[in-house]
């Protein structure tokens, strides 16, 4: 074997375990999650709230709802924020504004989530004297509306500018163009793109526990505190009690179920899309 | 040629993008009712000039211009630009029909997109009439609730044309529309133009010589963003008056 070849195989062998690496990092984590969790899953699981201390059984239905209500509260309340963001950088390209609204979105995203939580306690929790899950959702509201903006900017890049410029000669005002062209030719990438947001906020933890704090109690009103599966998670998994343990794998594999159900959604919209421009 | 014969007349049109001037006061009266090529090598201000009849050339960022475009007698300065795009309207290079529309959507694209309500019946009369006109009715009844982007190329640009002109606008500007169809989609789209320009003032971007020659009846000849020459089209051909007409035409420039 000489040098060059000897140089290449080691290269091509370093790609191809770094690229196996990483299936076997999600292997592991979604077989691990599968087996621990689908032991413990049963009908009252995903039907009954907790049992009350010392008594066994019980579910975490009421995680199940504030997760649904957290995170689409925030949704929301950031889709409309991150859409209108976005479609203003788009349609500002090269402006100094739209600049600057850019790296404060991508500024916004690089903020630790716990920063965000602490941001919600602040100014919400302390503000109005209560955890509730809106402060929750809030929060997370704040995280949903960089990563919907940018996505939001770059689908709307992608629409082909003589589509643009076909309504234009029409006769299209802007706003007309941007509404009855440059969205209705994303909508399907912009959709993915609030479902890939809502699949990251659903899954965070750190802004909950300032704000939603958690509750044993299924409840349906967003000015009380609200549990959600990451929250329950996090106190059944550092709890003592091995059947509150066991709850957190089934928790777990409740929530990883769910963004991997919003991501592949996600994925398969932007495919059609790509189907759409080829 | 007399004042009444005249659809559109510019007066010493200039253009920068950014620094760049790429037309150099450019004066011409372009008759109603005929077909006008724009014809020049490529980079020599041909698209840029059609683009400011409409005022499409300010959608490039940097882009201005100065000069005096009446259409019909009418300053179009002096219009809000919709109106001036309803009275002007625009083909493109490559067929653009929005993918979201379906085929008769399409048609009626204009009469959307400026918000203008239509009965279903008279929707329906200016989809058949217009289609009819630019001979795809046949071909596509049966497709009128597909897809505009389901058609063939020729087909989607025929499309293109008919939703520029179901606005019933006075002047249409073809910017190189046959650029990108194959031969047989071309002469369908030339032939076409003999009968539209019984309806509209036509002025057809081109750089093939050969495509002047047959669809045009008068010609306009641009270089290095200057109008160099301006005739009936026979008359420039036989007897180009500028020199560097006269080298264009015996192949001296792409």
């Known amino acids: 074997m000489t040098r060059r070849t000897f140089k290449n195989n080691v290269m091509g062998l370093l790609v191809a375990a770094s690229a196996g690496l990483l299936i076997a990092v999600l292997a592991v984590i979604l077989w691990h999650i599968f087996i621990s969790g689908i032991r413990y899953l049963n009908w009252d699981f995903f039907t009954k709230a907790p049992a009350p201390m010392g008594e066994s059984g019980g579910g975490v239905f009421n995680a199940i709802v504030g997760t649904f209500l957290i995170t689409f509260v925030a949704a929301a309340i950031g889709t409309p924020f991150g859409i209108f963001a976005g479609i203003y950088v788009s349609e500002h390209r090269g402006q100094r504004f739209a600049d600057i609204v850019r790296l404060c979105a991508d500024a916004l995203q690089g903020v630790p989530s716990i920063v965000i939580g602490i941001f919600g306690y602040t100014f919400l929790v302390v503000r109005f004297r209560s955890y509730s899950a809106l402060s929750a959702s809030i929060a997370l509201a704040f995280m949903f509306v960089p990563t919907t903006a940018r996505v939001t900017e770059e689908v709307l890049n992608l629409v082909p500018s003589g589509l643009k410029e076909a309504a234009y000669a029409l006769g299209a005002r802007p706003s007309s163009v941007v509404w009855n062209v440059s969205i209705k030719t994303a909508a399907s990438g912009i959709t993915s793109g609030l479902m890939t947001s809502m699949a990251r906020v659903a899954g965070e933890t750190a802004p909950l526990l300032f704000t939603a704090f958690g509750s044993r109690y299924i409840e349906w009103n967003m000015l009380r505190p609200m549990s959600a599966l990451p929250l329950q998670i996090y106190i059944y998994a550092s709890s003592p009690y091995p059947a509150l343990q066991q709850q957190a794998w089934s928790a777990a594999f409740v929530l990883v179920l769910l963004i991997l159900l919003l991501q592949y959604g996600a994925k398969h919209l932007i495919a059609r899309v790509l189907r759409v421009k080829a | ?254």
């Not at chain 2, 596509?140 to 499309?159: D, H, P, Y």
């Open chain 2, 1 to 254: 040629m007399e004042e009444s014969l005249i659809a559109l007349e510019t007066q010493k049109i200039n253009a920068w993008f950014g620094k760049d001037q790429v037309l150099f006061e450019v004066s011409v009266r372009i008759p109603r009712q005929r077909v006008t090529a724009i014809m020049g090598p490529s980079g020599c201000g041909k698209t840029t000039f059609v683009r400011t009849l409409n005022g499409l050339h300010l959608m490039t960022p940097g882009a201005r211009s100065s000069g005096t475009i009446l259409l019909e007698g009418v300053d179009t300065s002096t219009m809000d630009v919709v109106d001036v795009r309803k009275h002007i309207g625009m083909v493109f290079q490559r067929p653009n029909p929005f993918p979201t529309m379906t085929v008769y959507e399409n048609v009626l694209a204009g009469y959307r997109l400026t918000g203008q309500r239509l009965s279903r019946e008279q929707a329906d009369e200016i989809v058949e009439k217009t289609l009819t006109k630019v001979g795809l009715w046949g071909e596509v009844q049966e497709k009128l609730f597909k897809a505009g982007t389901s058609l063939s190329g020729g087909q989607q640009q025929r499309l293109c044309i008919a939703r520029t002109i179901a606005m019933e606008p006075a002047v249409v500007l073809f910017d190189e529309p046959t650029s990108a169809l194959d031969p047989k989609s071309t002469a369908i789209i030339e032939d076409l133009l003999s009968t539209l320009k019984a309806d509209y003032t036509i002025l057809f971007v081109t750089h093939g010589l050969q495509q002047a020659a047959r669809i045009s009846d008068y010609v306009a000849f641009f270089m290095m963003g200057e109008l160099v020459e301006f005739g009936e089209t026979k008359r420039v051909f036989v007897g180009p008056q500028d020199k560097r007409t006269e080298d264009y035409l015996s192949g001296k420039y792409g």
